[in-house]
């Protein structure tokens, strides 16, 4: 052979083992998967705002409206699509208050969010129903894990289709929140009526 070919052979063999190597590279390392966001837990406004206000609306808007004419709740006007929707209403409920009742600490809102009734003189800010909360946090959950019990009460009526069980829970159910309100929510009102 002459030369030239051998030149040609070994750079042919050079180009062909070249590209033979080129997928036992070393690549790049796989990069690590970021990790997940960490969930963050709603905050007691977005539970409030976006969970217990809406479905104890739907709970006391069929309770009321089956009433008689005593204020009973009369099980003949609630129909099995109503009692669905208490079931329903209920349970979400029943949710957001067992996430209140085991936190170890409940954030009232995210920075820079005005909570309802802040901007009144009878009402609180974030800020201090946060520090009403941090200074009874056990009594905070306390008023949550009430709030989980006549939601199952509820439930429980509407399992059974028993009005009167309807209307004892719809009842608690408003004491229930005032109580919360009252202590958490609007404290000062308390102290000037007193």
Same mark, same amino acid.
């Given at each position: 052979?002459?030369? %030239?070919?051998?030149?040609?052979? +070994?750079?042919?063999?050079?180009?062909?083992?070249?590209?033979? %190597?080129?997928?036992? !590279?070393?690549?790049?390392?796989?990069?690590?998967?970021?990790?997940?966001?960490?969930? +963050?837990?709603?905050?007691?406004? /977005?539970?409030?705002?976006?969970? &217990?206000?809406?479905?104890? $609306? &739907?709970?006391?808007? *069929?309770?009321?409206?089956?009433?008689?004419?005593?204020?009973?709740?009369?099980?003949?006007? +609630?129909?099995?699509?109503?009692?669905?929707?208490?079931?329903?209403?209920?349970?979400?409920?029943? /949710?957001?208050? #067992?996430?209140?009742?085991?936190? #170890?600490?409940? *954030?009232?809102?995210?920075?820079? *969010? +005005?909570?309802?009734? $802040?901007?009144?003189?009878?009402?609180?800010?974030?800020?201090?129903?946060?520090?009403?909360?941090?200074?009874?946090?056990?009594?905070?959950?306390? !008023?949550?894990?009430?709030?989980?019990? *006549?939601?199952?009460?509820?439930? @429980?009526?509407?399992?059974?289709?028993?009005?009167? @069980?309807?209307?004892? $829970?719809?009842? %608690?159910?408003? /004491?229930?929140? /005032?109580?919360?309100? &009252?202590?958490?929510?609007?404290? @000062?009102?308390? !102290?000037? @009526?007193?």
């Amino acid at each position: 052979m002459t030369s %030239k070919r051998i030149w040609i052979l +070994v750079a042919g063999i050079l180009v062909v083992s070249g590209c033979g %190597k080129s997928a036992d !590279r070393a690549q790049p390392a796989a990069q690590p998967r970021p990790a997940p966001a960490a969930q +963050v837990a709603p905050t007691i406004n /977005e539970l409030m705002t976006k969970v &217990v206000v809406p479905q104890s $609306a &739907v709970l006391w808007g *069929v309770s009321n409206a089956a009433q008689d004419n005593d204020g009973n709740v009369d099980a003949s006007k +609630v129909t099995n699509a109503s009692w669905l929707l208490i079931t329903d209403a209920a349970m979400q409920m029943k /949710e957001a208050s #067992e996430a209140l009742g085991t936190r #170890e600490k409940s *954030v009232v809102a995210a920075s820079g *969010v +005005v909570i309802q009734d $802040a901007n009144t003189a009878s009402g609180s800010s974030a800020a201090q129903v946060q520090g009403f909360i941090d200074a009874a946090p056990a009594a905070f959950r306390d !008023r949550a894990g009430a709030l989980a019990v *006549v939601s199952d009460q509820m439930v @429980q009526a509407a399992a059974t289709h028993n009005a009167g @069980q309807l209307g004892a $829970a719809a009842a %608690k159910l408003d /004491e229930v929140c /005032e109580q919360c309100h &009252v202590q958490f929510w609007y404290p @000062q009102q308390m !102290r000037r @009526q007193q």
